[in-house]
């Protein structure tokens, strides 16, 4: 990203913004409520436009063909809550084309769902929607993967699951993975890279042992940089 600006009306939303994702990363993209991280990742995706600035992801500058490259879940997956998961699966994919039934069937053994496939999405856990919305995102075969606080909700069984599902799509499906999150402790533990902003503008971006002062957690850093503690409490 470089340069990327987005304002709604008078409020300058992203400002400036420019970050650097490598291939291979699983990259954590941090922020307080607010900060505009989803208004930054549906840019990215191509679901709102910029104001200013520029998104390259595998050397594509052009929005439409960037767009190849790209899956993601924005403010939760969408399903029909009636139909079952491969069903979703495949009206989503009728929309890709392309997409074949042995890839649906591969996808749904890779998010753990291969039994559950006939069953309502309707009688899903959470844990399970957004495991199906990871297949969903990757019926194209993205190379680069965005997932906007998909931990949200998740008890500890289902962050979890989906924990170790991303960290077996970086090795199985050599993706890059975009992650955006408030659970802190996760992404010290998940990450390669981060990304911190505030107000719009970046305030650090490295590595965790570029990050992190001695004797520090994430949750530290994170405070620290973004001023989170004040008068004794967390704003």
């Known amino acids: 990203m470089r340069g990327l600006t987005r304002a709604y009306g008078s409020h300058v939303v992203v400002r400036d913004l420019e970050l650097d994702v490598d291939p291979g990363d699983i990259y954590g993209f941090l922020g307080p409520n607010g900060a505009g991280k989803t208004t930054t990742m549906r840019m990215v995706l191509g679901l709102i436009h910029s104001d200013a600035g520029s998104v390259s992801i595998f050397g594509e500058a052009d929005p439409v063909a960037a767009r190849r490259h790209l899956g993601g879940i924005v403010e939760g997956p969408r399903f029909y809550?009636?139909?079952?998961?491969?069903?979703?699966?495949?009206?989503?994919?009728?929309?890709?084309?392309?997409?074949?039934?042995?890839?649906?069937?591969?996808?749904?053994?890779?998010?753990?769902?291969?039994?559950?496939?006939?069953?309502?999405?309707?009688?899903?856990?959470?844990?399970?929607?957004?495991?199906?919305?990871?297949?969903?995102?990757?019926?194209?075969?993205?190379?680069?993967?965005?997932?906007?606080?998909?931990?949200?909700?998740?008890?500890?069984?289902?962050?979890?699951?989906?924990?170790?599902?991303?960290?077996?799509?970086?090795?199985?499906?050599?993706?890059?993975?975009?992650?955006?999150?408030?659970?802190?402790?996760?992404?010290?533990?998940?990450?390669?890279?981060?990304?911190i902003i505030q107000d719009g503008r970046k305030v650090a971006e490295g590595s965790a042992d570029e990050l992190l002062e001695d004797g520090e957690s994430l949750e530290d850093c994170f405070l620290r940089l973004t001023g989170g503690v004040h008068g004794g409490q967390i704003r």
């Open 81 to 195: 809550p009636y139909l079952t998961g491969v069903a979703n699966l495949r009206v989503f994919a009728a929309y890709s084309g392309g997409v074949t039934e042995e890839r649906i069937q591969s996808l749904l053994e890779m998010v753990r769902l291969g039994e559950r496939q006939t069953d309502p999405v309707k009688t899903y856990s959470l844990g399970m929607r957004q495991r199906l919305g990871v297949a969903q995102a990757l019926l194209g075969a993205p190379k680069l993967l965005l997932l906007d606080e998909p931990m949200n909700g998740l008890d500890p069984a289902g962050v979890r699951e989906l924990r170790d599902l991303i960290l077996r799509l970086k090795e199985e499906e050599q993706l890059t993975v975009f992650i955006s999150s408030h659970i802190l402790k996760e992404i010290e533990g998940l990450c390669t890279r981060v990304g």
